[in-house]
């Protein structure tokens, strides 16, 4: 009996350390990012997107592509302005576990098994500008394609900061049908390549 009660302690216990510490993640990650409209920028292009693919009329649907330029090139400079705020808090708080399980200051107690959010999202910034850009002259239906994978990966990392990498697919799968894996394959080579080698553990 009292072995139960220990364990129950000890798991209350670490519950509310791992509460504490996502909690403080969340409220920095939200500090910044509550100053723009990055998702909002994000909802309006997925559902443009969507639009313009259902859209039959070809000249119709081209008008839909160019209105859609408007909100990439706004997404964009808002997110540049997002890392380079973000790019000023200190390396420790922005540290993320690469353990799968969310495990309580996992990124201070383990530090070797971590890596930088500053360094991820100015990769997802380069990322992004290129894809709105449409520096590899795709088609619009491939830019589309390309530049939703570049968001969605964000989201991830951002997820992944919050809480864990686990927690972070998941939502990833449930908000957008779509794996970890078929996002980090539709990304471009360039990102696909330094996101890997920053956050291989």
Avoid at 7 to 25: E, F, H, T, V
Avoid at 130 to 151: C, G, I, M, W, Y
């Amino acid at each position: 009996m009292e072995i139960l009660t220990l364990l129950m302690a000890l798991a209350i216990g670490i519950y509310a350390l791992k509460s504490r510490d996502q909690n403080r993640r969340i409220a920095l990650l939200g500090t910044h990012l509550g100053k723009y409209q990055i998702e909002q920028l994000m909802e309006s292009l997925t559902e443009g997107y969507l639009r313009a693919l259902g859209e039959s009329d070809p000249e119709r649907r081209a008008q839909i592509w160019n209105l859609l330029s408007t909100t990439e090139t706004a997404l964009c400079e808002q997110f540049t302005r997002f890392v380079t705020e973000f790019s000023r808090v200190d390396e420790a708080d922005a540290r993320v576990s690469k353990l799968a399980l969310s495990v309580p200051y996992a990124a201070r107690l383990f530090p070797s098994l971590t890596f930088d959010l500053r360094k991820a999202l100015s990769i997802h910034a380069h990322g992004i500008s290129h894809a709105a850009n449409n520096t590899a002259d795709q088609t619009p239906r491939d830019k589309a394609f390309t530049l939703s994978a570049e968001l969605f990966l964000m989201q991830h990392t951002c997820h992944w900061f919050c809480r864990s990498k686990t927690v972070a697919s998941a939502r990833l799968l449930a908000r957008h049908k779509t794996s970890y894996a078929q996002v980090l394959a539709s990304v471009s080579p360039d990102t696909r390549k330094a996101y890997g080698t920053l956050t291989a553990g």
